[in-house]
C-alpha cells in the first residue's frame, strides 16, 4: 500500500485539490441559494430562464 501511494501522491494531490475546489463551489451555491441571491452572473433581466430558477413568492 505504502509503495503505491507514493508511486501515487501526484494525482493524490491534484485529486484532492480538485475536489476541494468543487465542494467550495458547490457550498458557495448552496450558500447563495439560502440567501435568496441569485447565482447568476449577471441578475435575472434579459434571462431566458427567468421565470423558472427563482420561484415567486405568494403570501
Keep these: ?3 503505491w501511494l507514493l508511486a501515487n501522491w501526484g494525482n493524490i ?3 484532492g485539490v480538485l475536489a ?3 465542494g ?3 457550498v458557495a ?6 440567501k435568496g441571491k441569485s447565482t ?3 441578475g435575472c433581466t434579459g434571462c431566458a430562464m ?3 430558477c ?3 413568492k405568494s403570501n
Excluded at 29 to 34: D, M, P, Q, S
Design 50 to 52: 427567468q421565470g423558472l
Design 24 to 26: 467550495a463551489v458547490v
Design 13 to 15: 494531490l491534484i485529486i
Design 40 to 42: 447568476c452572473a449577471h
Design 1 to 3: 500500500m505504502r509503495d
Design 29 to 34: 451555491h448552496i450558500c447563495a441559494k439560502k
Design 54 to 56: 427563482h420561484e415567486k
Design 20 to 22: 476541494l475546489a468543487v
